[in-house]
Structures are given as structure tokens and as C-alpha cells.
């Protein structure tokens, strides 16, 4: 069940590391992610393909990581998984052709 990404989608890990990049070069975005992670993680996304929005419950955190620690995020662990979900955990990918590391679909369908 191998699903291509759409053409000028980036994988979640690509949309991750644009928006750290984006952070370390711009304090103002930096703060407005910290401030707001939700609304900001939603616009960056919209840039990337319009009207695109996170589910309602879903919670978006944005921490500061110091120098003398390093965090590794774990996804919690579901009891059951449709073969599709498994597929799109593991491939990270979703209706949408976004790659993300969660099984839900951040785009709506």
C-alpha cells in the first residue's frame, strides 16, 4: 500500500526541520512558535498547501531544547491498527501526501 507523495510536499520530517531552520534564523518567528505553535504550525502548512489544518483536539507543543539535554519524542502506543493505519505509520505518510510520524491525517481527507 506504498503511497507516493504529492509533488512539492515535504515529508513531516522536511516540514520539521524547515520550521527549526526558519526559528533559528528569524526571533520573531521563533517566539511567535513558542507562543502559538498550533496557529503557526497551521500557517506554515497552509503555505505548503492551502487550507490545511490540524484536527481540533490535537495538541501541538514547541520546547526549547538546551544545549546539555537531547529529548527523543516516543508516538503513544495504540492497542490495534488497520493495515492502512500500519502502512501510514510506517511509511509516515497520509491521505494528504504529507509525511508525519503520527497515524491520523493532519489535512482532513
Avoid at 21 to 47: C, H, I
Avoid at 79 to 86: G, M, R, V
Amino acid at each position: 500500500m506504498s503511497e507516493q507523495n504529492p509533488p512539492n510536499l515535504p515529508s513531516w520530517q522536511e516540514f520539521q526541520n524547515e520550521l527549526i531552520v526558519k526559528a533559528l534564523k528569524d526571533e520573531s518567528f521563533r517566539q511567535e512558535l513558542l507562543a502559538d505553535p498550533k496557529a503557526m504550525v497551521e500557517k506554515e502548512m497552509g503555505k505548503q498547501k492551502a487550507g490545511s489544518k490540524l484536527p481540533a483536539g490535537l495538541e501541538v507543543k514547541v520546547i526549547e531544547q538546551p544545549a546539555n539535554a537531547l529529548y527523543l519524542v516516543l508516538p503513544t502506543m495504540l492497542d490495534e491498527l488497520s493495515d492502512e493505519a500500519l502502512d501510514n505509520v510506517a511509511g509516515g505518510r497520509t491521505t494528504t501526501g504529507f509525511l508525519v510520524p503520527i497515524p491520523f491525517t493532519l489535512y482532513g481527507k
